[in-house]
């Protein structure tokens, strides 16, 4: 994954950093910002799609189209537009092996 991101933050970084994993790599976020900016902000996708080899980068932004699901290490998966990253969340951009 390359560290540029897709997303280039221009103004608004004066909130407190909040260190994150993404896929076992340390990534850096401003707190208030959700996954899914915290994300794109590291990488240039959020995850690969499910029906083929390209990556995916949210869609709607709200919630409604299903297309930014992320997984945590920790088992749960959550909606990366409407989740606010966290200190320490280590999230992967594909499922877990046991994933159904």
Known sequence: ????GRIRRLAEEDR??????LDGRDCRAL???TVLTAVLSNAKTLRHS???PE???GFCLMG????????QESGPRIRACSTPIAEGMRLMSMP???WP
């Open 31 to 33: 707190l208030g910002d």
């Open 1 to 4: 994954m390359s560290t540029e």
């Open 96 to 98: 877990p092996r046991e």
């Open 55 to 57: 990556g995916r980068a």
């Open 50 to 52: 499910e029906f083929g």
């Open 16 to 21: 407190p950093p909040v260190e994150f994993a």
């Open 64 to 71: 409604a189209c299903q297309d930014c699901w992320m997984w």
